[in-house]
């Protein structure tokens, strides 16, 4: 294949312009900002766990602490009720007296019982109360984290795609410039090359590979035509001649 030694320069410069994209597009993915999100995510998901097993405690023990208010004011009015009767002097029967009595005595107990009860209830409640606000707290601080660091990876790929916009519309005009079939022969080695297609033959040496050419090339370089669009013999990458190449 033959191509002006100008249009072969033009492909250095499409090639420069290709290992920035490249070098933006891995800065784009790599942001540091990434991995924070990752991680503050995870511990987002984690404490809205915990926050939601919490609500759902204080929820049902706010529920048991209503059951057991209601347990004792039943208890409550029903000794009400019965001290009304033996007030009342409605009841003569000694035996029904001591019956009553015996049973103003057991809901005395009962009450007694339900009032520790529902004690304890609404000390475990605060405790849960407690732990809800806390958890609330974390939550409400590790989500201004990840807002901010949402800001930031934003930011900084707004930044980096606006770059590759330019850069972009610069390639298109440099690869407009170049012949059809070696921008062809230039894309189906950068696909092979791992994004290298074209490199700079430098003092003796191609960028490409980064192997200095033997004698036996050396020769046959300077032997080639300028308009010859050589290859390296080692990673098979077009090989540009131009000032510096030292031959």
């Not at 208010?69 to 029904?96: C, F, I, N, Y």
């Amino acid at each position: 294949m033959n191509a002006a030694p100008a249009d072969q320069i033009r492909l250095l410069d499409v090639q420069a312009l290709d290992v920035r994209l490249s070098q933006l597009a891995h800065k784009r993915k790599s942001l540091p900002e990434h991995a924070e999100l990752d991680s503050l995510t995870k511990d987002l998901t984690q404490l809205r766990d915990l926050l939601v097993a919490a609500q759902t405690e204080e929820s049902d023990t706010a529920r048991e602490q209503t059951k057991a208010e209601q347990d004792v004011d039943q208890v409550r009015q029903r000794a009400v009720r019965d001290q009304q009767r033996l007030d009342s002097g409605a009841v003569s029967s000694p035996k029904d007296l001591e019956n009553l009595q015996r049973e103003l005595t057991s809901l005395a107990k009962r009450q007694g019982d339900l009032e520790d009860v529902v004690l304890e209830v609404m000390e475990h409640r605060e405790s849960v109360q407690e732990r809800v606000g806390e958890l609330t707290a974390r939550v409400a601080s590790v989500q201004a984290k990840a807002d901010d660091a949402t800001s930031r990876r934003d930011a900084a790929q707004a930044e980096i795609d606006s770059e590759i916009t330019t850069i972009t519309k610069e390639r298109e005009i440099v690869a407009a410039s170049v012949p059809a079939d070696l921008l062809k022969l230039y894309e189906k080695l950068r696909v092979q090359q791992g994004g290298v297609g074209a490199a700079r033959l430098y003092q003796r040496r191609c960028e490409g590979c980064r192997l200095e050419l033997n004698i036996t090339e050396v020769n046959e370089v300077k032997a080639a035509s300028p308009d010859t669009v050589l290859r390296c013999e080692n990673c098979r990458r077009i090989l540009v001649r131009t000032a510096d190449s030292g031959i």
